[in-house]
């Protein structure tokens, strides 16, 4: 690190947050989730090397070669309370250069923004937690209660190589631990507040998360060539088994969540909302309106198809890749439902699934993210929300752990950041990066 030794310690950590988020994204760590990409050893290595720097003795652990998670535990002033884990993950999905009008891995900072992949998911968070600890590290000083940060492999995959492993390989390493904080919340969003006239930020605090199911459905027929008719074409079973999927009308459904946040939104803009006037309450979450739409019912989005192997020959076979996302106690309802509407000569196999979560939107932490924040930003909101996707909080809830979604950005008014998510041009600004260390830095010494 090249920070100067008459800086205050926020300042340091601030700057040390954009230099570490620059040198993560330029390690490429894509996640094909195949086994194909470089995998996340070398930036592993790179996060191990600054651990160890300020005296630091970090775990680092592969479930496969190249398939590294790097865990260590800092002691607190009280251990007899629950401690909390702190973790983001390594991986990133891939990105195609050509479609990006930056170097997608080369962490261009221009117009007061880092660009690359990996800026908002999770690379930032990666590099404000890194920078903390670092700063907490020098000082010499013990937060309120045992903290154990970690960093993941494989997340975009479902977290079997990373969490899901050390999960299951080192339960001991997150021994006495009660909560933890990962990524997807704690961003802006700006709202109309009809209390003073102006605009008003709220930052969404993540308490839930959907559920996931990937399947795979794999219609079966008869081979033939393709002159001849054929009433057991696969691609046509497969098709209808799309179309019908595709066409089915998943209820709306508000968990608490969702309730707890637009009755905030409402709060704060003085417009009661209700099913019959919910468009003009998305309209004002502004670039957080497409996660919350995802969690007001359960989702199938067909992503990928396989079928054939040449022009004049029909197959015996034809597959097709269905994401899946539940809300919380929806799991054997949806999959009941899917496995219907795939019909009688269609399969349907489960490749990766895993829990939905809900955390309670009260209670200590709670209140220490919330202090924290408006220590940084006086008069803002906090206001829970559920993700429509899922983080590796889902491998800690095994433990016992209960999971937040908590990476602190002041954000411009017009970023499209929930775009920014696995989109092109993904890009993170500075400004938000030097706030969210401030705000980690004030949650750690209140914890």
């Known amino acids: 690190m090249t920070t100067t030794p008459e800086m205050t310690g926020s300042s340091r950590a601030e700057e040390e947050a954009v230099q570490i988020c620059r040198e993560l994204i330029r390690i490429d760590t894509s996640n094909y989730g195949d086994g194909s990409g470089p995998g996340e050893r070398a930036a592993a290595e790179y996060v191990m090397g600054l651990l160890q720097e300020v005296g630091l003795e970090p775990q680092l652990t592969e479930s496969d070669p190249g398939r590294a998670s790097v865990v260590v535990r800092t002691e607190g002033r009280d251990s007899s309370r629950g401690g909390l884990v702190l973790h983001g993950h390594l991986d990133v ?104 006239g102006g605009p008003s930020r709220a930052y969404l605090l993540q308490t839930a998360e959907k559920g996931i199911a990937w399947l795979r459905l794999h219609a079966r027929g008869r081979a033939g060539h393709g002159s001849v008719p054929n009433e057991e074409n696969a691609i046509v079973r497969l098709a209808e088994a799309i179309a019908r999927i595709d066409a089915h009308p998943w209820p709306r459904t508000y968990i608490a969540s969702v309730r ?63 994401d899946c996302r539940f809300l919380p106690g929806h799991e054997e309802e949806l999959l009941r439902i899917i496995d219907e509407l795939a019909g009688e000569h269609v399969e349907v196999e489960i490749l990766h699934k895993d829990v939905a979560l809900e955390a309670p939107s009260s209670g200590e932490l709670v209140d220490s993210m919330k202090r924290a924040l408006l220590k940084e930003d006086p008069g803002a909101h906090v206001l829970p929300y559920c993700l429509s996707g899922g983080t590796d909080n889902k491998h800690l809830s095994r433990l016992g752990i209960t999971g937040y979604g908590f990476a602190p950005l002041r954000l411009p008014d017009d970023l499209d950041f929930v775009g920014m998510f696995h989109g092109i041009d993904e890009r993170v600004p500075t400004d938000a990066l030097r706030f969210g260390t401030r705000v980690l830095g004030q949650l750690v010494a209140d914890c």
């Open 260 to 322: 707890e946040l637009f009755d905030g939104v409402a709060g704060i803009t003085g417009e009661p909302w209700s099913d019959e006037n919910l468009e003009e309450l998305l309209q004002r979450l502004g670039g957080a309106r497409r996660f919350v739409e995802g969690t007001l019912r359960d989702t199938s989005n067909f992503s990928m198809l396989d079928s054939g192997y040449k022009h004049n020959v029909i197959p015996q076979s034809a597959s097709a890749s269905l």
């Open 93 to 196: 999905v891939p990105a195609e250069a050509k479609d990006w009008s930056v170097d997608p891995f080369a962490a261009e900072e221009k117009d007061g923004m880092i660009w690359g992949r990996g800026a908002v998911d999770m690379k930032d968070m990666d590099a404000m937690l890194i920078a903390t600890l670092r700063e907490l590290a020098r000082s010499g000083q013990k937060p309120p209660r045992d903290i154990v940060w970690a960093f993941f492999a494989d997340e975009e995959a479902g977290g079997v190589k990373g969490a899901g492993h050390v999960v299951a390989e080192h339960p001991e390493w997150f021994q006495g631990c009660t909560e933890a904080i990962s990524e997807v919340g704690g961003f802006s969003i700006t709202l109309p507040d009809h209390a003073t």
